[in-house]
């Protein structure tokens, strides 16, 4: 029997609501009470798991169209012809059956080719012998670490098609290249070279005695690097010292971040001391050009601004402007023509300050940035090599891809079995893997990020003696010696970099975003990550997911999406949809960086979603439709066909009544379902202007959505914490189109409430944006579609 689409339990068990309370007499009245209280849950209790054996014996079982008629509530006011004896299971609370009422696919199965031959790497290093460090131009000792110490055989193609270029050039640069290609050791290993050249003695040092100039800390900051996160910072800081590091390298060279998440006071503390390259996010540099004295940037050469279509989608635009204007204000710089004493030990260095912008993709957004931080910039490229900006045909991003060996899929999944699906698909993945693989699955809020943590981190039913039980494995032993010489090197030496966070500071086993995965893997450590996690927390999730050697998973917002280069992915889920065609690339680049191979697949639901694919995903790729019955198969198990009984489909149904009920136990976690589950619709309707007729709110079941979520309770019913009512009208099978804007009304939506955003990147962005919304409701009367995830 159904309820538009829900199949509703009639068949329970009579004895289940007709047993007769017996009446308690004699003794306490509070003993009375609690006797009959017992009883009466005990009744409750039997009731419940009746229905959902009885549901459970049914789902296999396909419906008829005649029965579920007769038992259909018509849309409205209008009560159902007959009351529900489901009430029994609590008021408002239905037991529906993943496998009846989904709406079907449009779109043909491509076939299940994920084993098919992937293509040749596109990111990967030059094998052809076209290219090495050294004749790019880089000095032989750096050259050689990059080689001999880092591994790295040869150039990427950005890297021998910008880097000659930066080593000698005055100008501008705009860098674009696809996800994983090396763009940062792109832009890196030029400035590093050139203020090395500083401490080298000058060409003529041999003739006439004259040494090298001695270099220090003091002489100056050279270049800063904006990026839009921490995490990037964090990264690009990382980076920087591994180059300046080297054997005979230029160790007096003094990088340093700041970037928010610790004390202003320690910053300055760092900015007093003196650095020569400095990493930083656009609001907390800005503050301390304004507000801290001793940082001197008369002498800064370069200004980087990297993942700049990032930087102006957090809405920086405004900041970055400042930035420059304050540095041309401060710039002790000869003009041209003029020849200043004590110049000339800096030869070697550009003669004016340039400024360089890297992405992977081109927006318009990131050409404004350009208009305001570029002047005359070379445009390089990988592939063609450098050429003037402003050709029509170099702006477009159209034909920005993903890496080639990138294998693209997508499978089509009813909002009734998203759950069950991405619980098939992660344990696919581990069958499919033998050695640890690493996942990234990402979402579009932060509240969902939480619950799903939840889900898949719960413990066994009888973990008293099981993995699950056992406390987190410490970190591999490399790592922690890692650690321990990083915080040293910071803590001690004038000349060692700088990093402003330590992983070491919260540790996997007390951080509340690592835990097992007992029901995914033995061995599996889930982690999670999203811009309201404290900065510690987060800076420790990612580090435990990068180094350790047990198989990992990572739940993330969009805050993972950009830049962050975590080794070995070998998978990005797409279990919320991106909101831009850019977020796709940047989400799926997470995998198959620098050569490596990847691969990554997206949830579209059956209807207007499926349009997606020709409109963004086979323009960045060639992606293949899996079969969504083949990812169940393998997911759960068991045998079936089309034809017979699907043995997998009431394996499916157990594990989501086992969620189901694990939700109804505890109310913090059916708290927690019913904000993820409000997020999610409010996340869903902030989708770019250009998306919204395949991301189209009104058209999401926000019932079968709430099943995805473990929420029995009709979307009417639904309270979700903090923000009123999900749903804003009675009935189970309504959707977002007949419930006007109160799933909107709700709460904050996605791109303002800094979920997806870190830091103080986070509190300045999501504050211009608020103020921007607010202006525009004002004007416009509803609700605008800032998207800044
Ligand atoms: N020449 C090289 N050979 C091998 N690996 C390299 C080379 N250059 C960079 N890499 C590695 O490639 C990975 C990706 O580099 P990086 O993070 O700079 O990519 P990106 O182009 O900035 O990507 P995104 O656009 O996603 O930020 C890093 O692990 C880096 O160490």
């Not at 591994?242 to 610790?262: F, Q, R, Y």
């Not at 900006?389 to 891809?401: H, I, L, P």
């Not at 790729?621 to 969504?628: E, L, Q």
Request: proline share 5%.
């Amino acid at each position: 029997m159904a309820d538009d689409g829900m199949l509703v339990n009639f068949d329970i068990s009579p004895d289940a609501f007709t047993t007769a309370i017996p009446k308690f007499q004699g003794g306490r009245w509070k003993d009375r009470l609690k006797a009959k209280r017992a009883v009466e849950h005990r009744a409750k209790k039997r009731a419940i798991e009746t229905a959902e054996f009885n549901i459970a014996q049914t789902t296999s079982t396909t419906t008829s169209e005649t029965t579920t008629a007769a038992v259909k509530r018509k849309r409205g006011d209008e009560k159902p012809k007959q009351k529900p004896t489901s009430q029994a299971v609590k008021t408002g609370e239905f037991v529906s059956s993943l496998w009846t009422r989904n709406p079907e696919a449009t779109s043909a199965v491509t076939g299940d080719k994920e084993e098919e031959k992937a293509n040749e790497p596109s990111n990967a290093p030059l094998a052809d012998g076209s290219a090495t460090f050294t004749t790019l131009g880089l000095s032989p000792i750096l050259a050689n670490h990059l080689t001999a110490k880092l591994a790295l055989k040869a150039p990427t193609a950005i890297q021998r098609s910008a880097i000659p270029e930066l080593m000698s050039t005055d100008s501008d640069a705009f860098i674009q290249a696809e996800t994983g290609s090396g763009k940062t050791l792109t832009y890196l290993l030029p400035i590093v070279n050139r203020i090395m050249s500083l401490s080298a003695p000058p060409p003529s040092a041999s003739q006439d005695g004259e040494s090298a100039t001695k270099q220090t800390r003091h002489s100056g900051l050279y270049a800063i690097i904006l990026a839009p996160t921490r995490e990037l910072c964090r990264q690009i800081s990382t980076v920087l010292s591994t180059l300046i590091h080297c054997k005979n390298g230029p160790h007096w060279i003094v990088p340093g971040a700041v970037s928010g998440g610790e004390k202003k006071k320690s910053e300055k503390a760092r900015l007093r001391k003196g650095l020569n390259i400095l990493v930083a996010t656009p609001g907390r540099l800005l503050d301390h050009l304004q507000n801290t004295e001793s940082l001197d940037v008369s002498r800064v050469r370069w200004v980087v601004l990297d993942e700049g279509d990032r930087l102006m989608e957090l809405g920086f635009e405004e900041t970055i402007g400042s930035i420059l204007g304050i540095l041309e204000k401060k710039s002790k710089l000869p003009k041209k023509g003029e020849e200043l004493a004590g110049w000339k030990s800096e030869a070697g260095l550009p003669k004016r300050r340039v400024s360089m912008l890297c992405s992977a993709t081109m927006k318009t957004n990131v050409q404004r940035l350009g208009d305001i931080s570029l002047k005359e910039a070379l445009y390089i490229k990988a592939e063609k090599g450098e050429e003037e900006v402003g050709g029509a045909s170099k702006t477009g991003d159209e034909g920005f891809q993903a890496p080639a060996q990138l294998k693209q899929s997508y499978v089509v999944v009813p909002a009734k079995l998203r759950l069950v699906g991405l619980n098939a698909i992660l344990k696919r993945a581990f069958i499919r893997q033998t050695a640890s693989p690493k996942i990234i699955v990402f979402f579009s809020c932060s509240d969902s990020v939480d619950f799903h943590f939840q889900v898949f981190s719960r413990s066994l039913e009888d973990d008293s003696d099981t993995e699950s039980s056992k406390p987190l494995p410490k970190p591999t032993s490399k790592s922690t010696k890692s650690s321990e010489k990083d915080s040293k090197k910071a803590d001690s030496s004038e000349t060692k970099p700088d990093l402003s966070e330590k992983p070491t500071k919260q540790s996997p086993q007390n951080n509340p975003a690592i835990a097992k995965a007992p029901h995914l893997h033995p061995t599996a450590l889930l982690h999670k990550l999203h811009g309201s996690l404290p900065q510690q927390i987060r800076t420790s999730a990612l580090h435990s997911f990068t180094h350790t050697t047990s198989p990992s998973i990572l739940f993330c917002t969009d805050v993972a999406a950009r830049g962050l280069d975590l080794p070995n992915v070998d998978q990005i889920i797409q279990f919320d949809p991106p909101f831009s065609r850019d977020d796709h690339l940047h989400r799926i680049g997470r995998t198959a960086r620098a050569g490596r191979p990847g691969r990554a697949i997206m949830f579209i639901l059956p209807g207007a979603e499926e349009g997606y694919v020709d409109a963004v995903l086979k323009k960045c790729g060639t992606p293949i439709r899996a079969d969504v019955d083949e990812v169940f198969k393998k997911g759960f198990g068991g045998e079936g066909s089309n034809s017979k009984k699907r043995e997998w489909e009431d394996k499916a149904t157990e594990w989501q009544l086992e969620i189901e009920r694990w939700v109804l136990a505890d109310k913090a976690v059916m708290d927690q379902a019913k904000k993820a589950w409000g997020s999610h619709i409010r996340a869903y309707t902030t989708h770019v202007a250009a998306e919204k007729g395949m991301f189209n709110h009104k058209a999401l079941h926000y019932g079968h959505l709430a099943k995805s979520f473990g929420i029995r309770d009709a979307p009417g019913d639904i309270r979700v914490p903090g923000g009123g009512s999900g749903g804003g009208g009675k009935g189970r099978g309504k959707t977002a189109g007949s419930m006007g804007t109160s799933a909107k009304a709700g709460g904050t939506k996605r791109g303002l409430d800094a979920e997806n955003v870190p830091g103080d990147a986070s509190q300045e962005a999501v504050r211009k944006m608020r103020k921007i919304a607010f202006s525009m409701q004002m004007k416009k009367g509803m609700a605008s579609e800032f998207n800044i995830g």
